[in-house]
C-alpha cells in the first residue's frame, strides 16, 4: 500500500523553539536541524536526540522512512558546535570532548548502516558534523546552493564523522585533495566525489517532502531528479591527481611548490594555512582506507587522532586562532615539512581498551 494518506503529525519533541524538532509524521520519521542563526551547528543534545529517534524507530512499523532537513537558507548543518570541547579542553578535560566524538561517531555508524531509508536534504553549507548526519544516508539530495566540505584540517582535526571513508572512495586522489584544502563541492562535484547521490532543485523540496511523507514511498525522488550541470572537480581530475598522488604530506607539497602554475600557487597558500601534522594524518588515513574495511574502520582510525588532538595534536590552537581570538594566526607544532612517520603513527597508533566502541552504552 502505497497510497498518499492524510499526513498525522506525532511530535517526539513538541518545542518548535528547540534546537531540533523531532516528530512522525504520515509514514516518515522527521528531524529538522533548528539552529539558523548558528548554521545549524551540531550541540552534543542534538546528536543524542537524533540517535534516540533513529533508535525508536528502527522497529517502529508507523516509520517506513527518515528524512532529515533543516531550518534556513544558508547551512543545512555547517559542523558541530566546539566551543564546549575548547572551553573543557583548555581546562586540561579532555574527557568531554572525547565522549562527544564517541558519541557521534556512534550515530555516524547507525546512519550508515540503518535499516530504513533515510533521507538527508543538504541545501547551504553542509560541512564536518553535518557531513556525518547526512552523507551516510541511504539518499542524499543536493541542490542549487549545495556547499558540502570537510574542513577540519583547518582547525587541527582530520576529516571526521565518517567522512574519511567518503574521501578515501572519491576517484583517484581527489579525496586528499578535498581532506587537506577544505575545497567545497557544489552539487555536481557532491554526486562526482560519492558526498550525495541526487539532484532536486530546491524549490522542488517541499513538494518531494511531502510525497515521502505520504507515501513512504523512497520511489517518488526519480521524479524530481534533474541534471546537476558539471562537475568542476571531475574537470580538474588529471590535475589534482598529478600533484596528490604523492605518498605523504611533503611529497605533495613539493610536487605543487616546483610548478608554477595559478592551481599549485593557490593550492599551497590554502595548505600553509593548516595543521601540518592533521594534514599528513589525513593522508596516512585515506590511503589505509583505500585499501579495505569499512566505515567502522575509518570512525576507529578517525576517533585515534580525534582523541589525542587536544593533548598531543593542534586542535586547541586551531580553534583559538578560528574561533576564540579570530587572529588567524594558528602556531602549529609542525613545518609543512617537518611531519615525520613517527608523528603519524603515533596519532593514529591503536588506543587499547580507550578505543572507539560503536555498542550502545
Known amino acids: 500500500d502505497r497510497q498518499p494518506r492524510p499526513v498525522k503529525r506525532k511530535r517526539l519533541m513538541s518545542d518548535t523553539d528547540s534546537d531540533i524538532i523531532i516528530r512522525i509524521e504520515g509514514r516518515a520519521g522527521r528531524i529538522t536541524l533548528n539552529r539558523p542563526q548558528a548554521l545549524n551547528a551540531l550541540t552534543y543534545q542534538m546528536c543524542l536526540a537524533i540517535e534516540k529517534a533513529l533508535d525508536a524507530w528502527r522497529d517502529d512499523g508507523a516509520v517506513e522512512l527518515v528524512i532529515i532537513d533543516a531550518i534556513g537558507d544558508k547551512a543545512f548543518c555547517a559542523g558541530g558546535d566546539i566551543q564546549e570541547m575548547y572551553d573543557t579542553g583548555t581546562a586540561g578535560d579532555y574527557a568531554y570532548g572525547q565522549k562527544f566524538w564517541a558519541d557521534e561517531y556512534r550515530l555516524n555508524a547507525k546512519i550508515a548502516t540503518y535499516p530504513k531509508p533515510y533521507i ?163 593522508i596516512e588515513m585515506l590511503a589505509r582506507l583505500r585499501e579495505g574495511g569499512d566505515i567502522a574502520d575509518a570512525l576507529d582510525l578517525e576517533y585515534r587522532f580525534t582523541a589525542r588532538s587536544m593533548q598531543h595534536g593542534d586542535f586547541l590552537e586551531g580553534i583559538r586562532a578560528a574561533i576564540i581570538d579570530k587572529d588567524r594566526q594558528p602556531q602549529w607544532q609542525h613545518a609543512i615539512d617537518a611531519v615525520t612517520q613517527n608523528d603519524v603513527a603515533g596519532m593514529l597508533a591503536p588506543l587499547g581498551d580507550k578505543a572507539l566502541s560503536l555498542k550502545d552504552d
Open 120 to 282: 538527508a536534504l543538504m541545501q547551504g553549507f553542509t560541512m564536518g558534523g553535518g557531513v556525518g548526519v547526512s552523507c551516510h544516508g541511504s539518499h542524499r539530495i543536493v541542490g542549487e546552493t549545495s556547499q558540502i566540505a570537510m574542513p577540519e584540517c583547518g582547525i587541527g582535526l582530520v576529516p571526521d564523522v565518517g567522512g574519511s571513508w567518503i574521501l578515501a572512495h572519491a576517484p583517484g586522489h581527489i579525496g586528499t585533495y578535498l581532506g587537506l584544502t577544505a575545497a567545497r563541492m557544489n552539487a555536481a562535484d557532491a554526486i562526482y566525489c560519492g558526498f550525495a547521490d541526487t539532484y532536486v532543485p530546491e524549490g522542488n523540496w517541499p513538494e518531494l517532502v511531502l510525497e515521502l511523507v505520504q507515501t513512504g514511498d523512497t520511489g517518488v525522488i526519480a521524479k524530481y531528479r534533474a541534471a546537476p550541470g558539471d562537475s568542476n572537480l571531475a574537470a580538474k581530475f588529471a590535475e589534482i591527481e598529478m600533484y596528490f598522488a604523492a605518498d605523504d604530506l611533503a611529497g605533495i607539497h613539493q610536487s605543487l611548490a616546483n610548478v608554477d602554475s595559478e592551481f599549485a600557487t593557490k593550492t599551497l597558500k590554502i595548505l600553509s594555512r593548516n595543521a601540518p601534522l592533521s594534514m599528513a594524518c589525513t
